[in-house]
C-alpha cells in the first residue's frame, strides 16, 4: 500500500501547478483524499479534501486556497489531483497527499491511514 505524491516544484508568484497522488496496492475511489501542507516552522495544515466515490463527491477547501485550488479525482487513473492556480508565497510548503475515511473533520491528520512521501512547492520571484 503506497501514496506517491508528485508534481511539485519552483514556480512565480501568480502562477500555476499541479500535484498529483498516485496510489498502488489499494484504490483510491474508496477513500476521501486529503491534501495537508507544511511550512517551515509550521504545523501540518489541511488544505483540500475529497470524498470517496461511494460518497457524493463532496470537496472541502482550506480558506486560504478556496477559488484557487481545485481538487479532483481519475478513478481509471487511480490518481487524485490538486490544481493550484494564483499561487502566492505564502503557499510555499511540502504538499502531503493522504487517504482515509475522515468522519469527525476532513482536514484532522488523525482521520488518514496512509499517507505519500510529499512533493515541495516553492513559490518565489
Known amino acids: 500500500v503506497q501514496l506517491q505524491a508528485s508534481g511539485g516544484g519552483l514556480v512565480q508568484p501568480g502562477g500555476s501547478l499541479r500535484l498529483s497522488c498516485a496510489a498502488s496496492g489499494f484504490s483510491l475511489d474508496d477513500y476521501g483524499i486529503g491534501w495537508f501542507r507544511q511550512a517551515p516552522g509550521k504545523e501540518r495544515e489541511g488544505v483540500s479534501c475529497?470524498?470517496?466515490?461511494?460518497?457524493?463527491?463532496?470537496?472541502w477547501y482550506a480558506d486560504s486556497v478556496k477559488g484557487r485550488f481545485t481538487i479532483s479525482r481519475d478513478n481509471a487513473k487511480n490518481t487524485v489531483y490538486l490544481q493550484m492556480n494564483s499561487l502566492k508565497p505564502d503557499d510555499t510548503a511540502v504538499y502531503y497527499c493522504?487517504?482515509?475515511?475522515?468522519?469527525?473533520?476532513?482536514?484532522?491528520?488523525?482521520?488518514?491511514?496512509?499517507w505519500g512521501q510529499g512533493t515541495l512547492v516553492t513559490v518565489s520571484s
Open positions: 493522504a487517504a482515509g475515511r475522515p468522519t469527525t473533520g476532513w482536514d484532522r491528520r488523525y482521520e488518514y491511514d496512509y
Open positions: 475529497i470524498s470517496s466515490s461511494s460518497g457524493d463527491g463532496s470537496t
